[in-house]
């Protein structure tokens, strides 16, 4: 699935359409999604969609206003009303103008299996992950997608790109317990669902009958799918250069606020990279250090924020659609992992000997797989709420020994990242689904000196 003739004459007719007199740009995606799901341990719904969405912004007399449609014969009507808002819109004052004409130093990930995979390519992997259940109950879902992207204003920027990405997320059953796998990918060649399966069966074997602990601070060790969620909200309310310049961010660049074992990375060029390689904006997406050994060294910026913060600051391209009010997220993010060798799969909850290799420091704490319904109670301090989910075990002595009932936390996630605070980082990181489809985080385990647990089952 390339960049084909088709995106690149709509963008252009919808250029031609604008006419002269109004800074205008615009997007054509046309984008394709197939989605098995399961539950009981059988298939009970595949879907697919390809659809083209074309999106306009415009701006003429310090007014700005944008459209979509997904109605490619439409472009006509399209044009006409996104000038009509635009003409009652009221005044942009901050509107930073058009990105200008800047060539890409690479096209996206494509892999063209994924983009042909079949319902029988996603149920094989299906087929081979409930197998791996044994019986147990498994529940889940396989989804690959692609896309092919061009990006046109009249400022002379031209963009095209291609993507895709395919992901997994499974759980299997007890009566009393889940165990979790979850992975995503460029290729569906990277998904195993045998692999996977037999990870979740592994763990939620080894949580059955639960006991519950109380309330209170504990070493953890996160796996990967947790620390995914710590990422993604320090990426939408941490680097976002908008809530920096608005004073809802932690983030004090040139400080000392992370572990000297923390290095964030924001790299969408990665090989792994499931993100589209240019932003909203047209600006090419860039690779940024956001925070080295500990250090917090940047921020991402769109190009309203960039021209707000001065000081010589340009769009990292990490423009979102309609991402005025909200600012700029990264799309790659990153935990870079520390030197070691590869892992090796293991038996019990663990997912792998790089996990157990943090779990044997571990006196007494937990083992948690994943942070489920978190909400931020507070941005500036990054103060967060949400329950375990899918497995957490007691640690004593290096030692896995009995399985937690969940608990909810209330958490500061840059204080649990902060100096003295990482006990160990993961040599292995895999890539989680994001919230959005051209979003992933990639992440290694984690040894946390302390994680604040404010209820469990019982309050």
Known sequence: MSVTATE???AQRVLELVGAGIEAEVTVERQALALTRFAGSYIHQNVADEVTGVRLRLHAD???ASASTTVVDGLEDLVRRTVASMRLAPADPTWPGLAPAEALSFGGNLDEETAAASPDDRAARVRAFVAQGEGLETAGYCRTSS?????ANSAGQHLAAARSAAAMDGIARTSTSDGLARLAAVRIGDIDG????????????AGQD???LPPGRYEVVLEAAAVADVLQMLAMYGFNAKMVLDRQSFLQVGEAQFDAAVTLVEDPGQPDATATPFDAEGTPRRRVVLVDEGV????VHDRRT???AGNGASSTGHAIPGGASFGAIPSSLRLLPSAGAAPAEVDGPAADSTVAALVAGVERGLLVTDNHYTRVLDPRTLVVTGLTRNGVWLIEDGVITTPVRNFRFTQSYPQALGPGAVLGVGSHAVEMP?????TGFVAPAVRLASWNYTGGASG
């Open 8 to 10: 690149t004459d709509l």
């Open 62 to 64: 310090g007014r700005t």
């Open 147 to 151: 896309a092919r992207i061009v990006y």
């Open 194 to 205: 045998a692999v996977l399966g037999a990870r979740a069966a592994a763990k939620a074997r």
């Open 210 to 212: 639960p006991v519950e």
């Open 296 to 299: 917090s060294a940047a921020v």
């Open 306 to 308: 960039a021209a707000r």
């Open 434 to 438: 994001g919230p959005w489809m051209e």
